[in-house]
């Protein structure tokens, strides 16, 4: 018995470390795959999603585990059923509310931060919350027949998934390579006459120099 104990308290705190470090090696491999100007407007994003979703997060899970263990403990399976079922509905709602709040700031997220890109960022993580919203409940459910060990391996696939692809490689495509193109283009290829003006920036070579006049004697 107490083997079993020490087994399970072991591997929940191994996978909760686990997942602490899948998180800091998600932010290091965005880092360098998004690179500087696509991991601020990856990181602004996921910052507006994660103040929206604790913004709505009713935190039913304290009461849900307070009672859970009671009614547990008495044997109550229907005021068990009828609460985690209430627990349930109030999380998808709150994810829901907060999904729907983030797609309407998403087109004034660019004004109000200031970058380039982060509305179609906002808009494509819109759905975290909502996804998001029973991982808690089921964490609670897990606790309550004392797999804490499991709900260390949920947490760890959860941050697990967090992480970007690897490198990609011969540069960068899609939205991330647009908005490298834009910041080596010159300031001039934005105003009307640009396009020309930063097709002859980029090739010297279809400069042809001005002839030179003959030099008079003084």
């Known amino acids: 018995m107490f083997s079993r104990v020490l087994r399970r308290r072991s591997a929940t705190a191994a996978w909760i470390y686990a997942a602490v470090a899948c998180g ?7 880092a360098r795959v998004f690179g500087l100007d696509e991991f601020g407007v990856f990181a602004t994003a996921l910052a507006v999603v994660g103040f929206f979703q604790v913004l709505l997060d009713l935190t039913v899970e304290e009461s849900l585990t307070k009672y859970g263990f009671r009614y547990v403990a008495g044997r109550d399976w229907g005021r ?8 349930l509905i109030l999380k998808v709602v709150g994810g829901a509310l907060a999904t729907v709040l983030i ?4 087109p ?3 004004e109000v931060f200031g970058n ?3 509305e179609q960022a906002l808009l494509a993580a819109a759905l975290l919350p909502f996804v998001q919203s029973t991982e808690n409940v089921g964490a609670t459910a897990l606790l309550l027949h004392s797999r804490y060990d499991l709900r260390g391996v949920y947490q760890a696939g959860s941050a697990g998934l967090r992480i ?13 390579g647009a908005t490298q193109s834009r910041r080596r283009s010159p ?9 020309l003006r930063g097709a002859l920036a980029r090739d010297p070579g279809s400069r042809t120099p001005p002839p030179r006049t003959a ?3 003084r």
């Not at 970007?164 to 495509?173: D, K, S, V, Y």
């Not at 300031?187 to 396009?195: F, L, N, Q, V, Y």
């Open 24 to 30: 800091i090696l998600g932010t290091i491999v965005a």
């Open 108 to 110: 004034f997220a660019e």
């Open 215 to 217: 030099q008079t004697g």
């Open 103 to 106: 797609v309407l700031f998403a």
């Open 116 to 118: 380039q890109g982060l």
């Open 187 to 195: 300031s001039t290829a934005r105003t009307g006459a640009g396009p």
């Open 164 to 176: 970007p692809p690897g490198r990609r490689r011969g540069g960068r495509t899609g939205c991330a």
């Open 80 to 87: 068990l059923r009828r609460l985690f079922r209430q627990a």
